[in-house]
């Protein structure tokens, strides 16, 4: 896996400014023990102001269009079952929200990037469902960086490869219809991410049956348990 990059000035004033001298103490003994950063899309409430689509960037997107009509709800419930998973299975999890909203520094998908970039995570997974005008579509696919020299030329080898496997194990474990994977050029949480970073849309809430199957309880588990089994392959402990 390519090695992180060092945290910026600006992300060292930045942990500074929110949780004061704590955020700059080095890590104990636990740190040794992978993290897996954990970012289930979207707000209750959009949020359409606009940020910057990478560093220096003069291109500008909003932060949070709302995504499909219950896909923060359902995205929530499948990263809690995750973290579940995960911790269980011996790594560390954060969750960039807990909550219906991101309460974050300023919000947004810069925020949500430098959140995963801050803990040294070993992986950054999004978690997200699809919408769409057509009720037939469904399936899963996995979205990955695309090359951006200075933005994500050194985590693109090592996103590409989560890619592949977390998207292997979603498939193999929820039997959903395999889209493939996708790269992204314009998703400003990959262009700020300092760490390998995957989006996984996980379905099609505008899809009757698979949208219920999402909102069910034991589909969720069985898209975090693809999740969990597509991050230990890329990150074994």
């Not at 890590?27 to 954990?38: D, E, N, R, Y």
């Not at 009720?135 to 985590?155: E, K, N, Q």
């Not at 496997?165 to 979603?170: P, T």
């Amino acid at each position: 896996m390519a090695p992180a990059r060092p945290v910026k000035l600006e992300e060292v004033k930045f942990a500074a400014a929110l949780f004061g001298a704590a955020a700059l103490a080095l890590p104990g003994p636990a740190a040794a023990t992978p993290l897996i950063c954990i970012d289930p899309g979207h707000d209750a409430t959009p949020d359409l102001s606009r940020e910057r689509i990478g560093p220096g960037s003069t291109t500008y997107k909003i932060k949070d269009g709302g995504g499909a009509p219950g896909e923060a709800t359902v995205v929530l419930q499948i990263g809690f079952k995750l973290r579940t998973i995960l911790r269980q299975r011996g790594y560390r999890a954060a969750m960039t929200r807990t909550t219906s909203e991101f309460t974050y520094g300023n919000r947004g998908n810069i925020a949500r990037a430098k959140f995963c970039n801050l803990r040294g995570s070993a992986l950054m997974v999004r978690i997200h469902a699809d919408g769409s005008s057509d009720s037939s579509r469904h399936g899963a696919s996995t979205l990955f960086p695309a090359w951006h020299v200075g933005w994500t030329d050194d985590i693109l080898p090592a996103s590409r490869r989560a890619a592949r496997l977390v998207q292997a194990h979603v498939i193999a474990t929820t039997g959903a219809l395999d889209l493939g994977l996708v790269r992204r050029p314009d998703l400003t949480g990959f262009n700020w991410a300092n760490v390998p970073v995957v989006l996984v849309e996980t379905g099609f809430m505008s899809n009757p049956t698979e949208g219920r199957r999402l909102r069910s309880a034991w589909y969720q588990w069985k898209v975090a348990r693809g999740l969990a089994r597509g991050a230990a392959a890329f990150r074994p402990l």
